[in-house]
C-alpha cells in the first residue's frame, strides 16, 4: 500500500477534503515535463472534494 498523502484542506470552510479522482495530465511547461512519469506518459494530479462548500482542487502527486 502507497503511504497516504498529506491531507488537503479546504481553504474556504477549513476541513479535510477527499481525494475524488486521480487524472492523468499532459505537461505544460518544462517543470512539469521533467516530473513526468515516463511509465504513464503524463502527470497524476489528485481531484479533492470539500465535503462542506463541494469546492474542488486538485494539486500534482508527489
Ligand atoms: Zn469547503
Redesign the pocket.
Known amino acids: 500500500m502507497p503511504a497516504k498523502s498529506d491531507p488537503m484542506i ?6 479535510e ?1 477527499n481525494l475524488h479522482a486521480e487524472k492523468l495530465v499532459e505537461p505544460t511547461n518544462a517543470q512539469e515535463a521533467a516530473r513526468l512519469d515516463l511509465a504513464l506518459g503524463g502527470l497524476i494530479e489528485e481531484i479533492y472534494t ?6 474542488a482542487h486538485s494539486r500534482p502527486l508527489s
Open positions: 479546504c481553504s474556504q470552510c477549513g476541513v477534503m470539500c465535503p462542506e462548500c463541494g469546492k
